[in-house]
């Protein structure tokens, strides 16, 4: 028998909240069809990629006069891309509903992520076995992946496997790629006859997939509170001691939501956004001058102490930097078959070639870094292409430049102070957290809604969980077609549709909030320790959402 800890134990008799539409009964619903639906934008192209289901209305769920009967149907699902607290709860809803709905479903889950569908790799899932994963982190419960679901071929693979399986359904829990697959899937399956659905669900701990269908997507909320734990400890530690300047990086592979709105709950002294970085076009010497500048004023208060939070991504943000990464990108793509790259027999050998084809800019910029920035650089790419930003050290990079920066002022007489500095980097610590009740009834509500979106027969559409700064019982359950969220962009140098990446709005209320506060928090100690995720207790404190959704709400209504 597996030992489980208290809290464990206490969590898993955990029972969701579902928004009051859905929990009438998954054969009690009434579906009300909006208007017909545009993407964001390249209208025309979209339209022309997706003619089978480009257009689809905007859904939502309200409780019908008549329970019907459904009809068997067995569903398969895939959990994709990184992990994010609460994944096993949407497949909790999932399951939950597939049974309620009739109970000779099935609900297969395919291993390792979307791999699995091409490789016919599955469980059945049972009551026994998903009974152990309620209200649980991580996405052990049938592992994840990245691999990209897009080829002809993978399509194809996939079909065979659900036909074995009779499966009538795919649900993909995954960000905004792992979504866009689901839409050219949703698409390919229509176009070929195959009558077998799609339905995504909006995740990603970067909290980058949101539009004005999507509030937010799950994980973010857990994730921060998570990483803003951390930090108000750190702070409680150097305000202590006094001693250390605390630069902690904060995961987010490219916005800064995530690093914003762990500033927003914990007011360091410092929190870069890389979306402000890029706006106001900041080299990285700049970056270093202005966090050097509230280090020295900070020493002639006699504090030589503070915490800086840098989001994860910043690096690609800062404009000599960005265009330096994309050389390097194209060189290496472009030596992915040649054979003296192929066959070089060192890893120094390898950078040499790369370095040697940099240009004459980049060549400047990426010979001015430390050689372990340089190697983390030159690392391999992920699947979809990116430099694995979380393994690029740019806190060390920052305290060296700091540091340099600070002896010089130091010997002009322009600093009195002493710099000793701490390196953190909060991601894997919160993508797998118990998730917080937020993230648990909020997962729960859109496993279960999918099944809702498949039982009225759609297909392209991601599940969707509304009016989220409410008590669940108020939240609005629906679905979003999935071309309403997508454009054309540039991918491996080609035009592709894709769903659009919403990045931090610096005319938005969560980053205007930070632009009020900085000076007042740079030189001033207004720290905030919000302590644990709190599971049980008043609700004023374990239902509370994130600042975020918060400030946008009230901005919603402040100008309706
Ligand atoms: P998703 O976009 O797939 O949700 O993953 C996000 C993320 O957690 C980023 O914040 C981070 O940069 C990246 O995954 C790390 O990836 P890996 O788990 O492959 O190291």
Redesign the pocket.
């Known amino acids: 028998m597996r030992k489980l800890s208290p809290l464990q134990i206490e969590r898993l008799k955990y029972q969701p909240k579902l928004p009051s539409s859905l929990s009438q009964g998954i054969n009690s619903l009434e579906m009300v069809e909006g208007e017909a639906t545009q993407s964001v934008r390249d209208q025309e192209q979209i339209k022309e990629l997706f003619k089978n289901t480009y257009g689809k209305p905007v859904v939502t769920f309200k409780v019908s006069g008549s329970a019907s009967t459904s009809s068997q149907k067995n569903v398969g699902v895939i959990l ?5 607290p609460g994944g096993h709860n949407v497949i909790a809803g999932l399951y939950d509903a597939l049974k309620q709905a009739n109970s000779s479903n099935k609900l297969y889950g395919f291993l390792g992520g979307p791999s699995g569908i091409i490789d016919g790799k599955y469980i059945e899932f049972t009551d026994e076995f998903m009974d152990q994963y309620r209200n649980t982190g991580g996405f052990d419960i049938i592992g994840s992946g ?1 691999t990209k679901l897009e080829t002809e071929e993978q399509f194809q693979k996939s079909l065979e496997v659900c036909r074995k399986l009779n499966i009538s359904a795919v649900v993909i829990i ?5 979504n866009t697959n689901a839409a050219l899937l949703a698409e390919w399956f229509v176009k070929n006859n195959t009558d077998i659905q799609v339905i995504g669900c909006p ?4 909290g ?2 949101k539009n004005e269908q999507i509030e937010i ?1 799950f ?1 973010f909320d857990t994730a921060t509170k998570t990483y803003a734990e951390l930090i108000g400890n750190i702070q409680r530690d150097a305000n202590s001691a006094k001693k250390y300047w605390h630069f902690i990086k904060i ?4 916005a800064s939501h ?1 690093a914003l709105e762990a500033a927003l709950q914990t007011q360091p002294n410092i929190t870069l956004i890389s979306e402000e970085v890029e706006a106001k076009k900041m080299s990285l010497e700049s970056i270093v001058n202005y966090m050097s500048d509230i280090i020295v004023k900070r020493a002639d208060m006699g504090k030589n102490f503070g915490i800086a939070v840098i989001p ?2 910043l690096i690609e943000f800062i404009p000599e930097m960005k265009s330096m990464i994309a050389n390097l990108n194209d060189i290496m793509a472009s030596l992915e078959t040649d054979p003296d790259f192929v066959n070089a027999t060192t890893i120094r050998d390898k950078f040499d070639i790369v370095e040697n084809r940099l240009d004459e800019d980049s060549a400047k910029v990426y010979n001015s870094l430390p050689a372990i920035i340089k190697g983390q650089l030159l690392a391999d790419r ?1 699947p979809h292409g990116n430099v ?4 690029i050290e740019t806190e060390k990079l920052l305290i060296e430049m700091i540091s340099t920066r600070l002896d010089e002022l130091k010997s002009q007489g322009d600093y009195i102070g002493k710099f000793s500095a701490q390196s953190h980097f909060f ?2 610590e919160g ?1 797998c957290a118990f998730p917080s009740n937020f993230d648990a009834d909020y997962c729960y509500s859109l496993g279960y809604n999918a099944f809702a979106l498949i039982n009225n027969g759609l297909t392209g559409y991601l599940s969707s969980v509304r009016n989220l700064t409410q008590p669940a019982s108020e939240w609005v359950a629906g679905g979003v077609p999935l071309t309403m969220m997508m454009n054309m962009e540039k991918r491996h140098g080609e035009m592709k549709p894709v769903i659009q990446k919403a990045l931090v709005r610096l005319d938005g209320p969560v980053f205007k909030q930070l632009e009020e506060n900085r000076e007042d928090w740079a030189l001033n100690d207004r720290y905030l320790f919000p302590g644990a995720i709190q599971y049980f207790g008043p609700s004023s404190v374990c239902d509370l959402t994130t600042c975020t959704l918060q400030l946008e709400r009230a901005k919603e209504l402040a100008s309706v």
């Open positions: 994709s891309g990184g992990q994010a990245r995954g960000g905004d790629d792992s995740k990603t701990i970067d980058d997939l997507s994980g995961m987010g592979r490219s995530v994860e991504g992920d694995q930003v979380s393994k991601g894997y993508r």
